[in-house]
């Protein structure tokens, strides 16, 4: 141990006294940084910070590296060179790396090493270093990652350093971090009262939870003076929350309705035009999720190149196969149904059972997983709200469902059919209307759509033979409050619902949310049988 530190000691000397060199310039030779990357080994802990800052004070790029895996735990010295390395274990041994230049060094047991320790006064003041380095490097993740370790050690020593960042910095994200750490140091320092009060209006201006966590953690260790500065920061950003956590919750409640939109729009479709109360309809939900999931796995093994495009093939895809199965359910079970609507109800719950075991012996009972393309991943903040990226998309998808439906029943002569049939069914077939077929279309329409939805709940939800099932109810409280049949209604009918919920479940709880809207529709049933926006129709009337 004594050696080592003579060795410590000499070699720091050298390197110091060196003339007509600074530190910096005297470690210009591979051969000199080498021992500065050794000097980490010997001594106490007082001596690997003394031998950390030579280090620091070359201000080569692979410092950092080195000083993180120091804190890491990964830096080891060989006994029988001295070398200090980067270690990591591999089965019974150890692989060892230059730390240099990443050279692969072989193996060794664990006899052949020894690990470099550090204490908490040492890693703090390694963090330090490591936002010493890289507070001004020009690659903006380095400084953004430089200043948030700054933040999270928040030492005022680095307040010098942190104003000769600020100064030259640009990026604005990088910036407000900087200018939070900074605000926390004074915090931390020995400065007036009149500084601190003003740091402490800094960071409560930023008016996030980050803000508000400092604030608090300061709170205790602040002077009796400052308390109530800090207080009434901590409540000004508490308020500042409240608001936009009732914005969170609406955005919440708009990509929960837009999720019903979906499950709900084709049920409207099947009960208005064709009174079917349809069971099975949740399992056409499934089963569209299951057609997504069975296009990524053929694209993952035969085009994974395509993957980002998965969608785009499963919506169609999901369409025409839910369809198919609708129409088939309808031509096969439905047709002879018809004016039974307790045989109808009863008949498409035995479908459903049918179709939710069919799945699993296929698929198995377990979750699928169904990736996200690229576009969908991640989030984005506006002001004090987040909002992802699959829940944006899933909002614009349902809207031009939607809008392009209300182009078919509204533009095209199948949807004139559908609306004739809805209104008055046997005047529509006294006018040669194949009412009949009408149906089988209308069902397959419905199915299609579901089918969709099942491509868009497969991004947020598990894909299980029982996805159906947890939307079918609230799709027919959606329907009948909007009004059956009534596509407008039942938009609007879902944009309530959802709302509605998302606002309730933060105040009473998720269940008590559900029974107090389900309250809610009863009473309005009751003074509106027909929903919000009833369609009008002899049919409908009588």
């Known amino acids: 141990m004594t050696f080592r530190l003579l060795r410590l000691i000499f070699t720091l000397a050298a390197l110091a006294l060196a003339p007509g060199a600074t530190f910096a310039q005297g470690t210009s030779q591979d051969g000199d940084l080498v021992s500065l990357v050794n000097a980490l080994a010997p001594g106490g802990f007082s001596d690997r910070e003394t031998a ?104 005022p020593a680095m307040l010098e350093l942190l104003d000769q960042a600020l100064a030259t910095e640009a990026d604005p994200e990088i910036k407000e971090t900087m200018e939070l750490a900074r605000a926390v140091m004074v915090l931390k320092s020995d400065t007036s009262l009149e500084a601190k009060a003003a740091a402490v209006d800094l960071v409560a201006s930023k008016g996030d939870r980050d803000a508000q966590t400092v604030l ?33 919750n609406l955005i919440y409640g708009i990509s929960q309705s837009s999720v019903l939109l979906l499950a709900a729009i084709g049920l409207a479709i099947t009960f208005g035009v064709m009174g079917i109360i349809n069971m099975a309809h949740g399992e056409m939900v499934m089963l569209g999720a299951y057609v997504t999931f069975v296009v990524q796995e053929v694209l993952r093994n035969f085009a994974p190149g395509l993957l980002d495009y998965s969608l785009a093939i499963a919506v169609p895809s999901a369409f025409l196969f839910t369809a198919l199965v609708g129409i088939a359910i309808e031509r096969s079970v439905i047709r002879w149904l018809y004016g039974r609507p307790l045989e109808t109800l009863l008949a498409t719950w035995g479908i459903s059972l049918i179709l939710q075991q069919a799945v699993r012996t296929i698929f198995g009972a377990n979750n699928k997983l169904v990736s996200p393309p690229s576009w969908m991943t991640g989030a984005f903040d506006l002001g004090g709200l987040t909002i992802t990226w699959n829940r944006l998309w899933i909002v614009v998808f349902a809207l031009a469902v939607f809008f392009v439906l209300q182009i078919v029943l509204n533009r095209t002569p199948m949807g004139l059919q559908m609306r004739a049939v809805t209104q ?67 938009l609007i009918g879902a944009l309530t619902l959802g709302v509605s919920n998302k606002i309730l479940e933060p105040l009473t709880g998720a269940v008590l949310g559900k029974i107090i809207i389900l309250v809610f529709i009863i009473l309005f049933i009751q003074r509106r049988p027909r929903g919000m926006f009833a369609l009008k129709g002899r049919a409908i009337e009588q």
């Open 216 to 248: 608090i953690n300061q709170l205790d260790g602040a002077p009796d003076d400052l308390k109530p500065v800090i207080q009434a920061g901590i409540d000004s950003i508490g308020r500042s929350l409240a608001i936009w956590d009732v914005g969170q």
């Open 424 to 490: 008055n069914r046997r005047m529509a077939s006294a006018m040669g209307i194949r009412t009949p077929f009408v149906d089988a279309m209308t069902f397959g329409l419905g199915s299609g759509i579901a089918g969709m939805a099942g491509v868009a709940l497969s991004q947020i939800d598990n894909v299980s033979p029982n996805l159906g099932q947890g939307y079918i109810i609230d799709s027919f409280m959606v329907v009948v409050f909007g009004g059956v049949g009534n596509l407008w209604g039942t």
């Open 52 to 155: 950390m800052n030579a280090l620091v004070a070359t201000g080569d790029e692979h410092v950092p590296a080195i000083l993180q895996a120091l804190t890491d735990g990964d830096l080891y010295v060989r006994k029988a060179d001295d070398k200090v390395l980067l270690v990591k274990k591999s089965g019974s041994a150890y692989a060892l790396t230059d730390p240099l230049d990443g050279k692969d060094l072989g193996t060794a047991t664990s006899a052949e090493l020894d690990k470099i320790k550090t204490n908490n006064n040492l890693r703090g003041a390694i963090r330090t270093a490591i936002g010493r380095m890289t507070l001004l490097s020009p690659n903006d993740a380095m400084r953004l990652s430089a200043a948030q370790s700054v933040l999270k050690n928040a030492n």
